[in-house]
């Protein structure tokens, strides 16, 4: 939706760089969760976040816990099982509708 | 186990026709969600269910409508079908309101209307 975008919208590395992506909230959020779809397309939940960081194997996220406009997701030393379509969903203050935004596509190349 | 079951997988139909989705989970679970999936536009909400027959519209409810008469089971419904309603249908559920209560998808289902 209009209040969560996500950048780059494509993103292609070879093995063993690392990378970020980022997603930009139109108005202050409550949360923000991550999420990755494989080629089949399924959804799978990666992070949530209400405020700091979390890290779990080479993905490392962070939510902008002073303004709350903005979240991260990090990944070191890309491998091939990375790829796919990461989104972001927020949920802003006073309102439980979860918006997403529109999704980076990784691509992992040998 | 934690599943959400979407029936069917693919379905093709013809513009007019009435279109059933369906949405299962094992997960007792209170509240469930219906997105489409648009390149370009990531996940939209339809409409969300906070329990048996209570539903609320999403973003973008026009031309759908929901049934939940059984917590486990939640259905989108396409009264005569669009062309513009070509598109992945995702179900979710989850055990309360916002993030976070982790959301998980079903498969999701390929609807293409001709």
């Known amino acids: 939706g209009d209040q969560v975008e996500q950048s780059p919208s494509a993103l292609s590395l070879h093995e063993g760089t690392d990378s970020a992506l980022r997603c930009n909230f139109t108005?202050?959020?409550?949360?923000v969760q991550w999420f990755r779809q494989n080629s089949r397309g399924s959804l799978i939940s990666l992070f949530y976040?209400?405020?700091?960081t979390k890290e779990n194997g080479r993905l490392k996220s962070a939510f902008d816990s002073k303004e709350r406009r903005y979240s991260t997701l990090h990944i070191r030393d890309a491998q091939l099982e990375d790829s796919g379509t990461y989104f972001c969903?927020?949920?802003?203050?006073?309102?439980?509708?979860?918006?997403f935004g529109a999704g980076t596509k990784l691509t992992i190349k040998p | 186990d934690m599943k959400v079951t979407q029936m069917p997988r693919y379905l093709i139909k013809r513009m007019g026709e009435n279109v059933l989705l369906e949405c299962g989970q094992d997960?007792?679970?209170?509240?469930m969600y219906w997105y489409r999936q648009d390149p370009g536009l990531g996940l939209q909400l339809i409409y969300i269910s906070y329990d048996v027959d209570s539903n609320s519209e999403g973003d973008i409810p026009k031309g759908y409508r929901v049934s939940r008469k059984k917590r486990e089971h939640f259905s989108l419904i396409l009264d005569s079908a669009k062309t513009n309603q070509t598109s992945v249908y995702f179900c979710?559920?989850?055990?309360?309101?916002?993030?976070?209560?982790?959301?998980?998808f079903g498969a999701g289902t390929r609807l293409s209307v001709l």
């Open positions: 969903a927020a949920e802003p203050y006073g309102n439980e509708k979860i918006t």
């Open positions: 976040l209400a405020s700091g």
């Open positions: 997960m007792s679970h209170e509240t």
């Open positions: 979710a559920s989850s055990s309360g309101l916002g993030l976070q209560n982790t959301l998980y």
């Open positions: 108005t202050t959020m409550r949360s």
